[in-house]
Structure formats: C-alpha cells, structure tokens
C-alpha cells in the first residue's frame, strides 16, 4: 500500500510558479511511475506529467510542455511538480498518483494510488 500527501498548493498570480510535493509511503515508491493530474470546477480530471520510477523518462500534456516540470529523490520518496509561467486556465487540484505498472498506464489517466489533492489557484 502506498499513501500519497501533497504539499504547495496555494494562490500566485499569473506568470508566477509554484513547487507542488508528494511525499510517499512505503518502501517500494522507488519501484512505482509517478504523475501529477488536476481537476477544474466543472472539468474532467486530466494528465498533467508523468515520471518513470528510474527519473530517466517524463512526459507532459502539451498545455503544460515547457513550463512545468516534474521530478523525482527517491531517497526522500518524494515527487515534485515545478509550475513556472502560471496561467489563470492551470486553476485545479492537483492530484499526485503511482502506479504498479508502467508510466504508459498513467500517462492514459489511470493510477493505482492517489493522494488527496492541493488547491492551486492563478489570479490574473
């Protein structure tokens, strides 16, 4: 069982950034892909990025390619998603995710855990 808490949610007006975090449990999150998806008010939840469990590979949704960036330290079981040039349309929670199997599984919008969610919203 892994058990996902995000972190650095909050309000930034646009064209600032943000740094979200996920810190895991469990032992084996060194082992799992991660990624990052957000919901507006109203919207369907959606793909943001995704990481391989290694950190060799990521992938993003073409609305958020070259300003946003994830990562990963495995030794600290954490994941982060740095948001740069905010947008008022980046308004969401922002969801942290693992998965089991492979990125492909998350990049498609499906994970096995999920953690809670952090609010972030862009003031224009």
């Known amino acids: 069982q892994v058990q996902l808490v995000e972190s650095g949610g909050g309000l930034v007006q646009a064209g600032g950034s943000l740094r979200l975090s996920c810190a895991a449990s469990g032992r084996t999150f060194s082992s799992y892909p991660m990624g990052w998806f957000r919901q507006a008010p109203g919207k369907e939840r959606e793909f943001v990025a995704a990481?391989?469990?290694?950190?060799?590979?990521?992938y993003y949704a073409d609305s958020v390619k070259g300003r946003f960036t994830i990562s990963r330290d495995n030794a600290k079981n954490t994941v982060y998603l740095q948001m740069n040039s905010l947008k008022p349309e980046d308004t969401a929670v922002y969801y942290c995710?693992?998965?089991?199997?492979?990125?492909?599984?998350?990049?498609?919008?499906?994970?096995?855990?999920w953690g809670q969610g952090t609010q972030v919203t862009v003031s224009s």
């Open positions: 990481i391989s469990w290694s950190g060799r590979s990521t």
């Open positions: 995710a693992a998965d089991k199997g492979t990125t492909s599984t998350i990049v498609a919008g499906r994970a096995d855990y």
